[in-house]
């Protein structure tokens, strides 16, 4: 599966953004997708994920209750609602795919965008 990220920005703190990620190639339900982030200097951080049918969601601990992952198979596409933004949500985001059931570690995902840039001004 390619994945294409987009959707990313300039946004002041305590707004809003949706990022986008759209799959091509194989059967897309097939799949489990993850969105990890990495600020400069600092190591990739589990974002959300959601499984194949899209009825399950996770997310990290710090963006809990602000991001929504949602996913449309018929679509071949995941989105990543983001509200209440905070500067130390600045980081390159990138989305993710694995077969099967999805994980929160970064390392179990063989399935990368290119990442898409969001910068939250304070």
């Known amino acids: 599966v390619q994945l294409q990220a987009s959707g990313g920005g300039l946004v002041q703190a305590g707004g809003s953004l949706r990022l986008s990620c759209a799959a091509s190639?194989?059967?897309?339900?097939?799949?489990?997708v993850a969105w990890f982030r990495q600020a400069p200097g600092k190591e990739h951080e589990f974002v959300a994920r959601?499984?194949?049918?899209?009825?399950?969601?996770y997310y990290g601990e710090s963006v809990k209750g602000r991001f929504t992952v949602s996913r449309d198979n018929a679509k071949n596409t995941v989105d990543l609602l983001m509200n209440s933004l905070k500067s130390e949500d600045t980081a390159v985001y990138y989305c993710?795919?694995?077969?099967?059931?999805?994980?929160?570690?970064?390392?179990?995902?063989?399935?990368w965008g290119q990442g898409t840039q969001v910068t939250v001004s304070s």
């Open positions: 190639g194989r059967t897309f339900s097939t799949y489990a």
């Open positions: 959601i499984d194949r049918t899209g009825r399950s969601t």
């Open positions: 993710t795919a694995r077969l099967g059931t999805g994980v929160n570690s970064v390392h179990e995902y063989g399935y």
